[in-house]
């Protein structure tokens, strides 16, 4: 049985060297997430996005970057998910973007999304925030400080990836 009490916030955050709306549509678009996301992949094909109601799943872990089928399909997740929230950027208003993703499962539960906030027209602190719990069958109180410890880990990796693929694209 799951627990209805929130998820541990994990947050991580990184200065990137574009502007606010730059850094808003790399984090904000899932089908970018491959290129700077450690070990991921988008399953499936996508439409435009990113729009309200979209849906995603994506496959992370160590096996995820080799086709669907190939092996190792025990250590990758599935990561399903829908967009919640999109308030693009504007640094002219000082504006902040926000996305949020509701998590569907099967394996994590929760909501993720990403802050955009300018800070002059050639950089943006972009904040990658979790509140992801594993959907069962172990209890949370075991289960959650494991899970904020590995999602800290993959988080700070892949905004450090983020931020260098912004920065050789400025």
């Known amino acids: 049985m799951t627990s209805s009490r929130r998820a541990r916030r994990v947050e991580v955050a990184r200065i990137v060297p574009v502007d ?15 290129r700077w996301i450690v070990a991921t992949r988008l399953e499936g094909t996508a439409g435009r996005g990113p729009e309200l109601g979209d849906r995603y799943t994506m496959a992370s872990g160590p096996g995820a970057r080799r086709a669907p089928g190939s092996g190792l399909g025990r250590l990758v997740v599935m990561d399903s998910m829908v967009v919640e929230q999109l308030e693009r950027p504007s ?25 955009v906030v300018p800070l002059d027209e050639r950089r943006c602190r972009v904040v990658w925030w979790e509140e992801a719990y594993l ?12 899970v904020g410890l590995a999602l800290r880990g993959f ?16």
């Open 20 to 34: 606010a709306s730059v850094a808003f549509a790399w984090v904000a678009d899932l089908r970018t997430h491959p």
């Open 91 to 115: 640094t002219a208003a000082a504006r902040v973007g926000r996305t949020r993703l509701r998590k569907l499962g099967p394996v994590l539960l929760g909501d993720a999304g990403f802050d």
């Open 135 to 146: 959907a069962g069958p172990l209890p949370r109180a075991v289960t959650d400080p494991l």
């Open 155 to 170: 988080m700070q990796l892949s905004l450090g990836r983020l931020a260098q693929a912004l920065a050789r694209r400025s």
